[in-house]
């Protein structure tokens, strides 16, 4: 079992910028690679980015390409989604999840998933 914790989340003005943090306990961090995900009211989630077990390589949905960042920090058991150039349309709840895939953006890959947390972005 893997469980992941999400914190960051809050209140920001569009243009602004925030940086949620993912951290994991159980079994060794190292081993999955880690996905944000995010899911407005209504909508489907859906996928922000992921990044691989060393933290080398990432990639990202194109909604977000340019303006996130995902990182991780091995050594702390964290996984970092930086968001810059925040627009209304980003808010939404953000979860962190865990898959032994790697190029995936399927939701059912993602074994262990967060609680989340919340993003509202003011216009």
């Known amino acids: 079992q893997v469980q992941l914790v999400e914190s960051g989340g809050g209140l920001m003005q569009a243009g602004g910028s925030l940086r949620l943090s993912c951290v994991a306990s159980?079994?060794?961090?190292?081993?999955?690679?880690m996905g944000w995900f995010r899911q407005a009211p209504g909508k489907e989630r859906e996928f922000v980015g992921a990044i691989s077990r060393s933290g080398g390589s990432t990639y990202y949905g194109d909604s977000v390409r340019g303006r996130f960042r995902i990182s991780r920090d091995n050594a702390k058991n964290t996984v970092y989604l930086q968001m810059d150039s925040l627009k209304p349309e980003d808010t939404a709840a953000y979860y962190c999840?865990?898959?032994?895939?790697?190029?995936?953006?399927?939701?059912?890959?993602?074994?262990?998933w967060g609680r989340g947390t919340q993003v509202t972005v003011s216009s």
């Open positions: 999840a865990a898959t032994t895939s790697w190029g995936t953006i399927s939701i059912p890959d993602y074994r262990y």
């Open positions: 159980g079994r060794t961090f190292s081993n999955y690679r």
